[in-house]
Antibody
Framework: DVQVLESGGGLVQPGGSLRLSCAGS????????LTWVRQAPGKGLEWVSN???????YYADSVKGRFTISRDNSKNTVYLQMNSLRAEDTAIYYC????????????????WGQGTLVTVSS | IQLTQSPSSLSASVGDRVTITCRAS??????LAWYQQKPGKAPNLLIY???TLQSGVPSRFSGSGSGTDFTLTISSLQPEDFATYYC?????????FGQGTKVEIK
């Protein structure tokens, strides 16, 4: 079965750093793009960052320059390094697999993890 | 690209036909997906490419539209359909979600 599993969330002070991990299983990890999506308490969904199968990366403006996405295909894991954290980064962070059909510009998130909670507070 | 969903919330009864709209601030062809999210759970993919039903999703769900105007329709609302629904565009970065539509029991 396809699974993605997030870890690494926790409580961090403003200005601090945290690294989230997303481990994939049940699929050819190195052939898929992965994404991070976050949800602040009681709010809607916000796309954060993508890691493409070929190494491309994309970021939301709200995290650009502070967050870095990377992947280790030997460990079937994508990481989200979060620096200079702010109170507004407090959210559940979800990892999801992206289905990409580039010839037809088709994308969608088909498998999601259960999320990991990041709380930025003093 | 901004996505605006309407209504933000609605109350409906089991068996009702429910329609949720998603309007894009510029044309996005059919680069749109719909997700369902229940409290305390991760989102679940319902529809992609505006109108393609994800495998395993009940056929009472359907999607339509292209360009700037899209709809998600639930033909006969079931108890397990009470949830929040989000649209998402993939036409250009940054990818964006609508603000969500909460479907509640009347």
């Amino acid at each position: 079965d396809v699974q993605v599993l997030e870890s690494g969330g926790g409580l961090v002070q403003p200005g601090g750093s945290l690294r989230l991990s997303c481990a994939g299983s049940g699929f050819a990890f190195n052939s898929y793009a992965l994404t991070w999506v976050r949800q602040a308490p009681g709010k809607g969904l916000e796309w954060v960052s993508n890691s493409g199968s070929g190494g491309s990366t994309y970021y939301a403006d709200s995290v650009k320059g502070r967050f870095t996405i990377s992947r280790d295909n030997s460990k079937n894991t994508v990481y989200l390094q979060m620096n200079s954290l702010r109170a507004e980064d407090t959210a559940i962070y979800y990892c999801a697999r992206i289905v990409v059909v580039t010839v037809t510009n088709v994308y969608y998130f088909d498998y999601w993890g259960q999320g990991t909670l990041v709380t930025v507070s003093s | 690209i901004q996505l605006t969903q309407s209504p933000s919330s609605l109350s409906a009864s089991v068996g009702d036909r429910v329609t949720i709209t998603c309007r894009a601030s510029q044309g996005i062809s059919t680069s749109l997906a719909w997700y369902q999210q229940k409290p305390g759970k991760a989102p679940n993919l319902l529809i992609y490419v505006a109108s393609t039903l994800q495998s395993g999703v009940p056929s009472r769900f359907s999607g339509s539209g292209s360009g700037t105007d899209f709809t998600l329709t639930i033909s006969s609302l079931q108890p397990e359909d009470f949830a929040t629904y989000y649209c998402q565009q993939f036409n250009s970065y940054p990818w964006t979600f609508g603000q969500g539509t909460k479907v509640e029991i009347k």
